[in-house]
């Protein structure tokens, strides 16, 4: 008889290879309910297909969350929940329609590859101060900053406040990744969406006054007759874009990397030299399209019941 299965997402053996924990979720227990989580853990395809497209699902987790906080408790993060409760990724239609809209005049495919050349610059600044010795630390000298100084680019945040706005993403990151019961973690993550959401609002303040061609520029002041975002929103859009816009991408230079060490064949395809000499563009996205399954950079996703359905005979 095979031991019961124990789900801890922070188990370091679990962390540095979840894939046979996984396969066993898929092969025994597809909907496990995990008594750490106090969630129903779905682990097959079809089933968070599914669920995701399922309306009796919600994506809103910070509405009941703080509803259920005790009011001193609750008090210590209000502007937690001022700012990150109005993220679109924690909205449902037809709020998220609407802020989706609004973003995606800003935010949509086009502007983004309008933005190649200047990513391109930005990745060949970053490969040219590698330290020069025999290993680096790939995430800390490469795939960390990469996505938040695009984005900082793209919204039109000096490249100066790099370091701050790591260190303000990395104290929210206390309140939404890790456990509840952390020390002080609450405090740490409300001072640090205060500071972040009052240098959003002096940005945006600035760029109504002076509009400098960026994404906070154009959301600040809209052509006339289009829609806008409230004030609140635009912050809350704003320290969104930065806090969880850069993590995926992060995440999926590093898994991009281990998987290329791990198969020699798709390492020579990606490393491969063109004319001019450069690596082949093509391989190199057939290589992060297999990335990406192999190891996904956003490995989970979570949403919560807006309403109970009847049983059925069949349930």
């Given at each position: ?6 789900w801890q997402p922070g188990d370091p053996v679990t962390r540095a290879d979840p894939y046979p924990l996984f396969a066993r979720l898929r092969d025994e227990d597809p ?239 990606a490393t491969s030299r063109g004319t001019p000499p450069q690596p082949s563009r093509s391989c190199c996205a057939t290589t992060g399209r297999r990335a990406r399954r ?16 009847p049983a059925t005979a069949s349930s």
């Amino acid at each position: 008889m095979s031991t019961p299965i124990d789900w801890q997402p922070g188990d370091p053996v679990t962390r540095a290879d979840p894939y046979p924990l996984f396969a066993r979720l898929r092969d025994e227990d597809p909907c496990h309910w995990s008594p750490r989580l106090r969630s129903w853990v779905l682990t097959r395809y079809d089933d968070v297909r599914d669920a995701i497209a399922d309306p009796a699902l919600s994506s809103d987790r910070m509405s009941p969350f703080f509803a259920a906080m005790p009011a001193p408790e609750r008090a210590r993060v209000a502007d937690i929940e001022r700012y990150l409760s109005r993220w679109l990724v924690f909205k449902d239609p037809p709020e998220h329609t609407r802020l989706r809209r609004i973003a995606g005049r800003v935010f949509g495919a086009r502007a983004l590859q309008g933005m190649r050349p200047q990513v391109e610059r930005i990745a060949a600044r970053l490969l040219a101060a590698l330290p020069d010795r025999g290993q680096i630390d790939l995430v800390a000298d490469f795939a960390g900053p990469l996505p938040c100084l695009v984005i900082m680019a793209l919204l039109g945040v000096p490249d100066t406040e790099l370091a701050r706005i790591k260190r303000l993403s990395d104290d929210i990151a206390l309140f939404i990744g890790s456990s509840r019961t952390a020390s002080a973690k609450y405090d740490t993550a409300e001072a640090a969406t205060r500071e972040m959401a009052g240098f959003f609002g002096e940005l945006i303040a600035e760029r109504r006054r002076r509009p400098a061609g960026d994404a906070i520029s154009a959301l600040a002041s809209p052509p006339p007759g289009d829609e806008a975002l409230a004030d609140d929103e635009l912050v809350a859009t704003c320290i969104m874009m930065l806090f969880a816009g850069h993590e995926t991408t992060t995440n999926h230079i590093a898994n991009g990397m281990l998987a290329l060490t791990r198969f020699p064949e798709a390492m020579a395809c990606a490393t491969s030299r063109g004319t001019p000499p450069q690596p082949s563009r093509s391989c190199c996205a057939t290589t992060g399209r297999r990335a990406r399954r192999c190891a996904s950079p956003a490995p989970r996703g979570r949403c919560t019941a807006a309403r109970c359905r009847p049983a059925t005979a069949s349930s």
